[in-house]
């Protein structure tokens, strides 16, 4: 293996990541020697040496501490020798011979053929449960056909509960005009596209392969880019060094932590980390106990005035409120722009959990040729990983085909609908990229104009409205680790965390169901715009809210464990004019409903 050259400026560079400066020229030429004789490069001396340093008290960079390192690296590329004893030749005659063992040995001497002739499986077509060879595909499980004009496999067994269960049909939540109706105008009329083009993720990436000090630069430009939003929305003069002592009252901005490896956050375990700018990535205690009010959650970026008299804890005495985006411009050059548009939303699974039967979406379909609404959105996972099935891996299909089926029987179902599909992917789609931001599904063979494969989250306009949407549970998620003292509505809270952060998921550090790649988070998964309608799936009770402006819809899932759950509906509409100065901003949603399934 050829020997790896490193330079005095690439060492000084790695290093200077760590604020260490390298100023001896014994020193440099001693590393440069290590990482040559190591066939080390400068990043991976770095991180050897940081390691040495901190199992060694912090132990700095001198030509003593570098032997000492330089014997003990010897030491661990030195592995004893282990002698293996060879087994000594046995010599078999008739009298130490197993004959237990004469039939595996006639076995080494038989043919492949005379061997499985006579414990070949014999097959007929109708033994379906039976899996044939031939059906076998290279994918993770056997082929088995699906039933015809089905989006169920052969052999799924209906769930029992699901069929008789109750209330199917019923409106349960409604906003806005009562007297709406919900037929569609026809796909001519229904102009779908993509709210950023130039920023809209549309093809799979390679993930898990960001550095650190990439990540950490992410989440520095995300506290600085909201503190100088919060600065110019708030008129605050500056914003102070948060761990430096002062005895008078001072404004600083940072994220909020939780002091403990694991738990909730909760009133007496609030850190709050500042930007590397401002307060040079330091970190407070934050003292809750004169603010009447708040609502705070880890990863979430605000702004407060205070008293640190010590340098170590914040006595907090206000928080300022967040700052949402401005709703977006209307583009007068868009296509059908004042049509109405009619827009129905289901999230999955569309399967019950002790069923692999579809049907939900069968009886969703229904529904479909019964309203033939413009807009369909179809919210994953489509081939849930949570499935009893699926977890015990007793699925005869592969999860590809699963979802294959899927998509074709809906295109065809709707072919004389008309109707536009949206396809969005799901965390728990155990057959997509388990990623956020996640990309859209790719399906061979599809490029009809009216299916839409989008990418999670994703920022769409309808007819000249913008739609947000992601199927990740960030209210779930937020949820589970908010502390609050407010007498606010609580769900209502939690979307308007969302729209003042500006990101579809701002918790930090997420829920370990969501994998984030933060490389690409900054670009695919903050808002862009406050949307006129926000559609949030969540395990949490539907809902739909009018929330600073916005319509966030919560259309709950189609199933619940074992039993139906529901869907939602929505008709939108662009004003042909734009909003005058001065003049209230009219509402772009103009009717809603939840219906149970």
Request: hydrophobic share 35%.
């Amino acid at each position: 293996m050829a020997r790896i050259a490193v330079d005095e400026g690439d060492l000084a560079e790695e290093f200077g990541t760590f604020d260490i400066k390298i100023e001896d020229e014994d020193i440099i030429d001693k590393l440069k020697e290590l990482c040559m004789v190591y066939r080390l490069d400068a990043s991976d001396m770095v991180d050897e040496w940081m390691a040495f340093s901190i199992s060694n008290n912090g132990a700095a960079l001198t030509m003593d501490k570098l032997e000492q390192f330089e014997r003990e690296r010897a030491n661990k590329t030195k592995t004893p020798k282990v002698k293996r004893e060879k087994p000594a030749a046995v010599m078999h005659d008739i009298s130490n011979i197993n004959p237990e063992a004469e039939d595996d040995l006639l076995d080494v001497y038989s043919t492949p053929a005379s061997k499985g002739k006579n414990k070949r499986m014999l097959t007929t077509p109708e033994n379906v449960s039976v899996v044939n060879k031939k059906l076998t595909s290279v994918s993770r499980s056997p082929v088995v056909p699906f039933s015809p004009g089905s989006f169920s496999p052969v052999n799924a067994t209906p769930s029992q509960q699901y069929r008789s269960r109750s209330g199917a049909g019923d409106t349960m939540v409604t906003f806005g005009d009562q007297g709406a109706k919900w037929k569609g105008q026809g796909s001519e009329h229904v102009a779908i596209q993509q709210y950023d083009k130039d920023n809209a993720l549309t093809e799979r990436y390679k993930h898990m392969f960001y550095k650190v000090n990439d990540k950490s630069n992410v989440l520095n430009d995300m506290i600085e880019d909201m503190a100088s939003q919060l600065q110019q929305s708030h008129q605050i003069e500056n914003l102070q060094h948060l761990a430096w002592p002062c005895q008078e009252p001072i404004t600083v901005s940072g994220r909020v932590c939780c002091d403990m490896s694991t738990g909730r956050l909760n009133a007496h375990s609030v850190l709050l980390e500042g930007s590397t700018e401002t307060s040079a990535g330091k970190t407070v205690h934050l003292d809750l106990s004169e603010v009447t009010e708040y609502s705070l959650f880890p990863g979430q970026i605000v702004a407060c005035d205070g008293l640190n008299s010590t340098g170590s804890k914040l006595v907090v005495s206000k928080f300022y409120q967040g700052v949402h985006l401005q709703f977006p411009e209307v583009d007068e050059t868009s296509e059908n722009l004042s049509v109405p548009a009619q827009v129905l939303v289901a999230a999955g699974p569309f399967t019950p959990s002790d069923s692999l039967a579809y049907e939900p979406l069968d009886d969703l379909l229904k529904y479909l040729k019964r309203d033939k609404p413009d807009v369909c959105m179809l919210m994953g996972p489509f081939v849930d990983s949570k499935h009893e099935s699926i977890e015990k891996c007793t699925v005869e299909v592969p999860y590809d085909d699963m979802f294959k089926k899927i998509v074709q029987n809906l295109i065809k179902a709707t072919e004389e609908l008309q109707t536009h599909l949206v396809f969005v992917p799901s965390q728990r789609d155990v057959h997509h990229d388990y990623v956020y931001p996640q990309p859209p599904f790719s399906v061979d063979g599809v490029n009809s104009p009216r299916v839409h494969f989008v990418s999670d989250p994703c920022t769409l306009t309808i007819n000249g409205v913008v739609v947000g949407l992601t199927s990740t549970d960030i209210l779930f998620h937020l949820g589970g680790e908010e502390t609050s003292r407010a007498k606010t509505d609580r769900i209502g809270r939690l979307i308007e965390h969302v729209l003042t952060q500006q990101s579809y998921y701002p918790l930090y550090p997420p829920s370990e169901e969501v994998n984030i790649d933060y490389e690409h988070y900054e670009q695919f998964c903050r808002l862009q715009t406050t949307p006129d309608v926000l559609i949030l799936p969540s395990d949490l009770r539907y809902f739909v809210k009018d929330v600073l402006g916005c319509v966030c819809v919560n259309p709950g899932r189609i199933t619940k464990a074992q039993t139906g759950g529901t869907f939602a509906r929505f008709a939108i509409q662009c004003p042909p004019s734009p909003t005058q100065d001065g003049a209230a901003r009219k509402p772009r949603c103009t009717a809603a409903e939840v219906v149970r399934v």
